[in-house]
């Protein structure tokens, strides 16, 4: 199973991102991580879609997006090939005896506390989606309350070439 990230710039307009994940679920394609915004143009948005498959699979969801009407661009690009990020946010239960320690994790994990309460702590980490893996780990021996993630973004590496 390879791993591959589209960059699909779309027009702006209602029920692009419905016809998008529509095409996805019709032909069983599995969506790892979906993210949309619009770009520096308001008439269009830019979907970061994650999925995974065999060489076959990923052909297709390239052909497949590229036919959608609302479709403009689409770029397909491996891990090694871009600089993927995500953010998430997470909420733990603390107390005296572990503040300390997820304090500590956070400055290793280049993590920020963002909201703290008597009894809970909210963390923000913007990085990679293994980092956020790694912090999630981390974290299980604390008493997380809940999660929110992004989904990944991604761009294609700097290169002198770029236009």
């Known amino acids: 199973m390879k791993k591959r990230i589209y960059s699909v710039l779309v027009e702006n307009r209602?029920?692009?991102l419905v016809k998008v994940a529509g095409l996805f679920s019709r032909r069983c394609f599995n969506i790892d991580s979906l993210?949309?915004?619009e770009t520096d143009?308001?008439?269009?948005?830019?979907?970061t879609i994650v999925s995974s498959g065999d060489e076959r699979t990923?052909?297709?969801?390239?052909?497949?997006l590229n036919k959608k009407l609302d479709v403009i661009k689409v770029k397909t690009f491996s891990e090694r090939q871009c600089i993927t990020r995500e953010l998430m946010l997470v909420k733990v239960k603390y107390n005296k005896n572990n503040r300390r320690d997820i304090i500590e994790l956070c400055e290793i994990m280049k993590?920020?506390?963002?909201?703290m309460s008597k009894h809970f702590?909210?963390?923000?980490?913007c990085d990679t989606p293994d980092k956020l893996?790694?912090?999630l780990k981390m974290l299980q021996g604390i008493s997380i309350v809940e999660v929110a993630r992004t989904g990944a973004l991604a761009l294609s590496k700097c290169t002198e070439n770029d236009d």
């Open 111 to 115: 993590a920020d506390i963002v909201d």
């Open 133 to 135: 893996q790694l912090l």
């Open 41 to 47: 143009d308001p008439d269009v948005s830019c979907m």
């Open 121 to 125: 702590m909210m963390i923000q980490i």
């Open 35 to 37: 993210a949309v915004g």
């Open 14 to 16: 209602s029920g692009a």
């Open 58 to 64: 990923i052909e297709q969801i390239e052909k497949q």
